[in-house]
Nanobody, 125 residues
Framework: QGRLLVSGGGSVQAGGSLRLSCIVS????????VGWFRQGPGTEREAVAA????????YYTSAVKGRFTISRVNDTNMVVLQMDNLKPEDTAMYSC??????????????????WGEGTQVTVTV
């Protein structure tokens, strides 16, 4: 049975940083597309970023571009989401997901096959 283990998150003041990790086990990591999604109170699930593990190609939603960085950790099955200059509107439950390929449909959560549990990120003013 495969698993996506999510860690990190927490509470931070606006302008601060947090780091989320997603470890994939039991599923094919490379090649693969690992995406980060978030869902705030009363909102739909939103794609944040994704990375194609084979070549490290990255995707970002416009709301986080320049503030968040997604990367893979070499020689591991881990993807990290570094979140800098956090804003209150970044407050949400964050989770990672896995699919075989990225491409233009990377923001579509229905295209991901496997999901990790969420971790709460709270940004206060």
């Amino acid at each position: 049975q495969g698993r996506l283990l999510v860690s990190g998150g927490g509470s931070v003041q606006a302008g601060g940083s947090l780091r989320l990790s997603c470890i994939v086990s039991g599923y094919t990591f490379n090649p693969g597309c690992v995406g980060w999604f978030r869902q705030g109170p009363g909102t739909e699930r939103e794609a944040v970023a994704a990375i194609f593990t084979t070549d490290g190609y990255t995707y970002y939603t416009s709301a986080v571009k320049g503030r968040f960085t997604i990367s893979r950790v070499n020689d591991t099955n881990m993807v990290v989401l570094q979140m800098d200059n956090l804003k209150p509107e970044d407050t949400a439950m964050y989770s990672c997901a896995l699919r075989a390929l990225c491409g233009v449909s990377w923001p579509d959560p229905s295209r991901y096959s496997y999901w990790g549990e969420g971790t709460q990120v709270t940004v206060t003013v």
